[in-house]
């Protein structure tokens, strides 16, 4: 098919991809806007779609907003983006957004966890709705009750303020963790548990002590510790040196949780894994700069802002959003090896 620019090579209309394509300008709306399925043929709407792409067409988003009522752009609420799982949750909600003409706004807390100043009262007016990592939650409170629809990330399902809710399967992984320290025969255990308040945490703390209660022989014991290297080292530190028989695996509620525990192994001039094994959760790029490499639970962050993002539009769209927590996988590599003794 060929095609040609406006005359005086002006910005071309939906008129003229209308024109191009044999078409009328409502078959154009419906296609460029992606409300053409049960409408128009998909025939058609590929021949729209290709000559829009032809001609160099870009719809005035502007000026559809206006006639929508829509600002056709979402906040993305996160706990900090110096760790690299919330800004590969952006990447996923971004690339989402992109697809439908939305753009995402990021709200990081300055505090890297918990309570937020106020990102909405000035913002409002300016979004269509929110994504929200529940480890950010405090940054919540002024659209709770507003007409925001609110999608909550990694949280608990329970929670009725929010029009729905995207979750990675953390148990299981909690369970992949504990069956496969058992299976190397490890009985006596340390949970470094995340000193921060939420539910994604919580979740790893009962479904540990889910899969422990009832093997035999086992012992647990749980140390909180901050979300940060040195913080972490001297939790692990002072449970690896009570008196008594010294725990063989540190289960660790994050890669770098267990990145200072490592280091508080090797401090106390232990091996890991000869020693003591250790375990993270999320697969950061650190798992495999430790020395040796970190097993640990990886996590899809990507995903986790792609079906974020799908929801929100689910949601805006009056579609219940796709059910079923996302998968999770255990990677096994060299922190973890047989019990001694």
């Given at each position: ?44 709407a ?32 996160v ?24 753009g ?32 950010a ?7 709770r ?58 979740v ?106 799908s ?31």
């Open positions: 098919m060929q095609t040609r620019e406006p005359v005086g090579g002006a910005r071309p209309t939906s008129k003229d991809v209308a024109r191009a394509a044999g078409v009328s300008q409502a078959t154009v709306s419906l296609v460029l806007g992606d409300k053409w399925r049960g409408r128009v043929s998909e025939r058609t590929g021949l729209v779609r290709q000559t829009a792409v032809d001609l160099g067409y870009r719809p005035n988003l502007a000026a559809r907003n206006l006639r929508l009522g829509r600002t056709r752009t979402a906040l993305l609420v706990p900090a983006l110096t760790n690299e799982f919330f800004a590969r949750v952006y990447a996923g909600a971004a690339a989402v957004a992109e697809e439908h003409g939305f995402v706004v990021l709200y990081p807390s300055p505090e890297g966890v918990g309570p937020a100043k106020d990102p909405f009262a000035s913002a409002r007016a300016a979004l269509d709705g929110v994504i929200a990592s529940s480890m939650a405090g940054a919540l409170d002024a659209i009750g507003t007409d925001l629809p609110l999608v909550m990330l990694d949280s608990d399902p329970a929670d009725p303020a929010s029009a729905a809710h995207v979750n990675l399967d953390i148990a299981d992984g909690m369970r992949q963790v504990t069956d496969h320290l058992l299976g190397l025969g490890h009985r006596r255990f340390v949970h470094l548990a995340s000193a921060v308040p939420s539910w994604t945490f919580e790893r703390a009962r479904a540990l002590d889910a899969v422990l209660r009832d093997v035999p022989g086992v012992s647990l014991r749980t140390v909180p510790a901050p979300l940060d290297v040195s913080g972490a080292r001297a939790a692990a530190g002072q449970a690896l040196s009570v008196t008594g028989p010294r725990p063989t695996a540190l289960i660790c509620d994050d890669d770098i949780i267990a990145a200072g525990a490592c280091k508080a192994v090797r401090r106390l001039g232990l091996r890991v894994p000869e020693d003591v094994s250790v375990t993270g959760f999320d697969d950061l790029a650190l798992a495999t700069a430790l020395e040796p490499e970190l097993t640990t639970v990886s996590l899809p962050a990507e995903r986790v802002g792609e079906a974020g993002m929801a929100l539009l689910s949601v805006l769209e009056g579609r219940a959003p796709e059910p079923g927590d996302l998968p999770v996988t255990l990677v096994g590599r060299g922190s973890t090896g047989p019990a001694r003794g």
